[in-house]
């Protein structure tokens, strides 16, 4: 039997490899950069299974290149990267890594929310570039209290619910907007209350972006919709960067439509050295790495792995993206050990 082959485009945490290499040969692009388009289409050619980062865009052209590839997974729970229309065609299967990241992107969402409005990165500048010269200053780098505010989240999914979840001890009123409302015993336990959007964005105090990047959500928040939050409003966004419209974002901020944003999630990554965000101080900048917990990583890149051995098994892997493939390609034509 044929051993398969698998390329995998970035050196993941351990056990992601280790767990390959028991029934695979394994490629792996050692580089610190995401392999070029031709690098890609390239490696990929003579490959059973790819294992791929959210900074690879996996398109047909890619599909094409790979005669015999029957698995493409991802490192990450978003798959706006990969074409998955065109691998369902192909039968191709499509795997992601959801769940094992939830909690790490639910808590990162509320370390950017109260660093936004708490003004915490603001505070260490002041403190490193030897600004804090009075003991002190009954108005100094006042925010505004997080405590019994309003919360919009849009996009009850997973981590939308963890970010609900964590909001109890803020004693905060939490309003949703989804395209699909969770059964009303979810909504109870959860404690929120459905809003159009339009209604959430005039009613919150924050809110915090949680769909996942589609052509429905492609600049879901733009010049009209930061125009309905409230001038002390903040925007978070942990999502995917495309789901704000960047120009008027930046309008918004500068021109006080809004009180700030904190995002960890950009159109254009990583950010443009000219771009305007850089110069606002109402504004909290992180570089993609909500689900970057030690813990969270290291399951990742177990279940990105696990996934591409199930589909090479002929099992069902453990979260396929394009159920659909199923009826395309059974498991039992994919399975190579
Ligand atoms: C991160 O953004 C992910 O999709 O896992």
Not at 57 to 86: K, N, P, Q
Not at 92 to 104: E, F
Not at 234 to 256: H, I, M, P, Q
Not at 299 to 306: F, Q, S, V
């Amino acid at each position: 039997m044929v051993k398969p082959r698998v390329y995998v485009t970035r050196t993941l945490p351990s056990p992601a490899l280790e767990i390959l290499k028991e029934c695979c040969e394994v490629e792996v692009n050692l580089g610190e950069e995401p392999p070029s388009k031709r690098e890609l289409t390239d490696r990929v050619k003579d490959k059973h299974a790819l294992l791929c980062l959210l900074t690879d865009s996996v398109d047909g052209e890619v599909m094409d290149a790979a005669s015999d590839l029957r698995v493409i997974s991802t490192y990450s729970v978003g798959y706006d990267h990969i074409d998955v229309e065109e691998a369902t065609r192909r039968g191709i299967y499509v795997t992601n890594t959801p769940g094992v990241l939830t909690d790490a992107v639910a808590d990162f969402t509320w370390a950017l929310l109260l660093g936004a409005v708490r003004r915490i990165v603001e505070a260490d500048r002041y403190v490193r570039d030897g600004r804090w010269r009075v003991a002190w200053s009954p108005t100094l780098l006042m925010g505004c209290s997080v405590y019994g505010k309003t919360l919009g989240i849009v996009g009850l999914g997973r981590i939308g619910m963890a970010v609900a979840e964590r909001a109890r001890g803020f004693n905060i009123r939490i309003l949703y907007y989804d395209i699909q409302r969770p059964p009303l015993e979810v909504e109870q336990r959860l404690n929120v209350e459905y809003r159009p959007l339009e209604e959430l964005l005039r009613e919150s105090d924050f809110v915090s972006l949680h769909v996942p990047l589609t052509k429905e959500t492609y600049h879901l928040i733009g010049e009209e919709e930061l125009k309905l939050m409230k001038k002390t409003a903040f925007l978070v966004n942990t999502s995917r960067g495309a789901v704000v419209d960047t120009r008027a974002l930046v309008k918004a901020l500068k021109d006080g439509w809004i009180a700030g944003a904190a995002l960890d999630v950009f159109e254009k990554e990583p950010i443009e050295e000219d771009s305007p965000l850089l110069k606002l101080s109402n504004v909290v900048l992180a570089p993609h790495i909500a689900s970057a917990t030690v813990e969270a990583r290291s399951r990742m890149a177990e279940i990105a792995a696990l996934n591409i051995v199930s589909v090479l098994k002929g099992e069902k892997p453990l979260y396929l993206v394009n159920l659909d493939v199923l009826n395309v390609k059974s498991l039992e034509k994919v399975k190579m050990i």
